[in-house]
C-alpha cells in the first residue's frame, strides 16, 4: 500500500511479524507481515475472526506487546516522550478494565496527577468534564466498579483513555461483551466523542455490523494475513475476496438462513 | 382443534433465597413448543432465559424454588421421581450448552463422552452406540469420525467440539432439545455452519427445539415462533416472521433498532438505561423506564397479556402504538 | 505437641473453611479475646506471676489460685495471663516478617512472570522441603536460645507459604485489562505494584496471615517447649508446659492442662478465621 505524501497519519504500520514461541509446542505465527495506517480523526477497523491476529496487532500498536519485526510509527503530534501516552486501550471485559479496589473518582485523579496536573481544583472540574463526556455524572465518582453495570464499566473505562488526550484510541472487542441495547449507547457515544475531538480510532471487532456503525476504512485478517482493505462501506458490500464475502453473509439478519460450510 | 402440545410452561415463577427474603427471577411465563417445532426464547442478561430452561431441566441450583407448572407430553416435571427424572433427561429431552469445554471432560476421548450415557442408561450396548455415534458424527459434517472418537476434547476447534455437543444430545434419540446460546462463543462463520447442521438434523429427526439466545436476529432466522423475555416476563410471544418484521412490544421494536445492521450506516436508537432484572423492576410494567411509550398507567400496574394480530404482547399501550412502532423503525 | 505445617495443614484449612457463617463469629470471637489478653494479660493478672513462694507452692485450684500454683508457689493463672504477651509476640513477629518478605516476592514474581517466577516458584519448592521447627532449633543452636533466633528463623520458614498463596492471587489480578491500562497510562510498575495489587491482594493476604498466625504459636511454643526458645522464669506458654511436665508426675496436671489448651484453643481459632476468611475472599471477581 503507498501512501501519498500529504496525507497526515495518526498511526504507520509495515511489514508487522510477530511469532509467538510457547515452552511446549513449536512457534506460531500469528502476524505474517501486515500493514495499515490510520489517517487522522478517522477509524480503522480491524476485522477478523479468532486466531487472525487482530487483537496481537493492536497490543503491538499499543505497546504491550512487541513485534518481531516491522515498523510502528504513532505521530500524536506532541513531543514524544518515554511511553506512548498518545495510544490509550479500551479493552473486552468490563469486569477486570478497572481496579476493584479504586473508587471512579479517586482513579481519574491518580491519572490526572501522574501527567501533571497539581492543582486540586483543576483535577476535580477536569474529572467532572470527562464524567460528563461519557454520559455520566459527579455521583459516578465516589462508586467503585462492584456496583456499576457493565455498560458504565466501558464508559469508566472510556473517561480514563480520553482522560490522557491520546491520539490514537484502541478499543479492543470493547463492546462486545456489552447486552445490545447498551451496545447501542457505546456506540453512539464513541461516535459523538469522535465527532468533538480529533481522536483516531482503531478499533478491533468481530461484529460487521458494528464495524459498518464506526468504522470509515477497515482491513480484513485471516490467519496473521491481510487478505483484504479500504473504505469500510465498499468491503463489507462488494467483498473482492471469498473469505470476506462468507463472513459477510454469515451475519444473521432479517431474511438470512444459516449454510453449511462447503466441506 | 389442535392437539396438545409436546412442552408447555405455564405460569412459571422462579424465586431464589436472598438474605433471608426471596428474589423473583422468573414471573408468570409461560410458554410451550409442538412437537417439531422450534421456539426461541430471546433476551437480554439477566432476562430469565437460562432460568427458564434450567427450571425445564429441573437443574436450578440449591436455594431456589420453581412454581408453576412444566409439562413433558402431559406429565408434570417438576413433581418427577427421581426415577422419572432420570428417564426425562436421559432419552426425552437433551440439553446443548454454550461453553461445549466447560461441559465436557477434558480426561476423557470423545468417544467415551458419546457412549458414557446411553450405555450407562441401558438404551445400547457399547458397540451400537459407537456405531450410532460415528453415523451422526458424518451426519453433522465431521469426517474420520473413527479417529475423532478417540481423540480428546483438546484436540478439537470449538466449531468441532460444539458439533459433537449436537451428537451427545441427538445420541438417545429425544424428542426435545434444549440450545442454551450455542453459538455465541463460535466465529460467526462457524456459528452459520454449527446452525445450519442443528436445523437440519432436527428437522429430519422431527425433534422440538427450545432454543435460547440473546440474538433476535438469530433467533428469527432459525425458529418458528419467538418468545421475547425482559426481566424474567415474557413481554411478546409470536411467529418468529411477523415478530422481526413487525414487532408489536416497545421492547422488541427497541431490540431490533438497536443492532447496527451491516448493510447501512445509521445513527442508532438505543435504548436508554440498562437491562434490569426481575426482583429490580417495580411494581408497573418492567420495561416502562426505558420505554418512549410509557404513560402513568405504565409506571402504575403491570401489564396482562394481550391477544392482538395473531400474537400475545404484554402492553398496555399495545393496539394505540403498534402502527406507531413500526413508523420507527423504518 | 501439635506441629501443624504441611499437607496434613491443608485438609483441615479446607474443613475449617466449610464450617460457614457461625465459625466465623466464634473465631473471631475467641481470636479477638485471646488477643486482647495477650495485650493486657500482666495487667489484669491476680498476682505477680514472678513472685515465688516456697509455702504455697503445689496448691490445687481453689479459692485464692483459681488454678492453682506450681511448684515454686507462682500463681498459675497470673502466669497464663502474664505469659499470652510473650506467647503471641513471637508469631506476631514471624508473621510480620513472613508476610512482609512473602508479599514482596509473591508481587515481584507475579509481575515480571516468565523466567523469574519460574525461579521464584523453585526456590519456594525448596523452602518448603525443609522442616520448620527443625530450622528453628537449629537457629536456636548456633545463635542461642532466647526470643529473636527461633522468631527469625520460623519467620522465614513461614514466608513460602505466604508467598505460593498471594502469588496465584497476583497473577490472576496481573492480567486483569485494568493493569495494562495503568501501564498504558504511563504509570510506574512501582507505582502499580503498590497502589493497584497490593490492595488487590490484600484480603488474601489478611487471611493467610491469621491462618500462619496459628500455627507459628504452636511452632514458638513448642520451640519453647524444647527449652531452645523462651527461658524460664519468663513466663510463656510453652515453658509453662514444660515446666509443668515433673509435676505431673505428683498428679498435679493444672499447670501443663491450663497452658496446653490455651495453646490448643488459641491454633485452633486462628486456624478457623483464617480460613473462613480466605474462603470468603475468594469469591470476589
Known sequence: MTIPAHRDLVLDVRGLRKTFHSRNGGPREALRGIGFSIERGSCLAVVGESGSGKTTAARIVAGLESATSGTVVVTDGRAGGKTRHGVQMVFQDPYGSLDPRQAVGAGLHELLKIHGMRRRADRRTRVSELLESVGLDDRHAGRYPASLSGGQRQRVAIARALALNPALLILDEAVSALDVSVQAQVLNLLADIRERTRISYLFVSHDLGVVRQVSDTCIVLRNGRLIESGPTADVLDAPRQGYTRALVDAVPRPGWRPRRRPA | MTPAPLFRIQDLHVRLRHRGGERTLVREVSLSVRSGQSVGLVGESGSGKSVSIKAAMRLLPRGTRAEGRIAFDGGDVLTLGRRELARYRSREVALIHQDPRAHINPTRTVGAFLTEGVVHTGQMNRAEATERACALMADVGITDAARRLHQYPHQLSGGLLQRVMIVAALLPSPRLIFADEPTTALDVTVQSDVMAILLEQIRERQVSMLFVTHDLDLAAAVTDRLAVMYAGSIVETGPSAEISARPLHPYTAGLLQCRPSTAEVKRLTAIPGRPVAAHEAGTGCSFAPRCPFAVERCRAERPHDRSIEGRTVACHRVEEIADRLEERAS | ?285
Open chain 3, 1 to 285: 505437641m501439635a506441629v501443624t505445617l504441611g499437607t496434613a495443614g491443608e485438609l483441615t484449612r479446607r474443613r475449617f473453611a466449610s464450617l460457614g457463617r457461625p465459625a466465623l463469629i466464634a473465631s473471631t470471637l475467641v481470636a479477638g479475646g485471646l488477643t486482647l489478653i495477650a495485650v493486657i494479660g500482666p495487667w489484669i493478672a491476680p498476682y505477680d506471676p514472678d513472685a515465688t513462694d516456697v509455702l504455697a507452692a503445689h496448691q490445687g485450684p481453689g479459692a485464692r489460685h483459681l488454678l492453682g500454683t506450681d511448684s515454686l508457689g507462682r500463681d498459675i493463672l497470673s502466669r497464663a495471663l502474664a505469659g499470652a504477651r510473650l506467647s503471641f509476640a513471637g508469631p506476631a513477629v514471624i508473621m510480620l516478617i513472613s508476610t512482609i518478605l512473602g508479599t514482596a516476592l509473591a508481587i515481584f514474581s507475579a509481575w515480571h512472570g516468565g523466567r523469574v517466577d519460574r525461579m521464584v516458584n523453585r526456590l519456594l519448592n525448596v523452602m518448603f522441603s525443609v522442616p520448620g521447627v527443625l530450622v528453628a532449633v537449629l537457629s536456636s543452636a548456633v545463635f542461642g536460645s532466647g526470643f529473636w533466633a527461633p522468631v527469625l528463623a520460623l519467620g522465614v520458614v513461614y514466608l513460602p507459604y505466604m508467598a505460593r498463596v498471594v502469588r496465584s492471587v497476583a497473577v490472576r489480578e496481573r492480567h486483569r485489562g485494568y493493569v495494562e491500562s495503568l501501564q498504558l497510562a504511563g504509570m510506574s510498575s512501582w507505582r502499580i505494584c503498590l497502589r493497584h495489587l497490593v490492595p488487590n491482594v490484600l484480603p488474601i493476604v489478611t487471611a493467610q496471615g491469621t491462618y500462619g498466625f496459628g500455627s507459628a504459636l504452636a511452632d514458638f511454643a513448642a520451640v519453647s517447649f524444647l527449652g531452645l526458645g523462651i527461658q524460664p522464669p519468663a513466663a510463656e506458654w510453652g515453658v509453662m508446659v514444660s515446666e509443668g511436665r515433673s509435676e505431673l508426675l505428683d498428679g498435679a496436671l493444672q499447670q501443663s492442662l491450663s497452658a496446653g489448651t490455651l495453646i490448643v484453643v488459641t491454633v485452633v481459632a486462628f486456624n478457623v478465621l483464617g480460613a473462613q476468611l480466605s474462603s470468603r475472599s475468594g469469591g470476589r471477581r
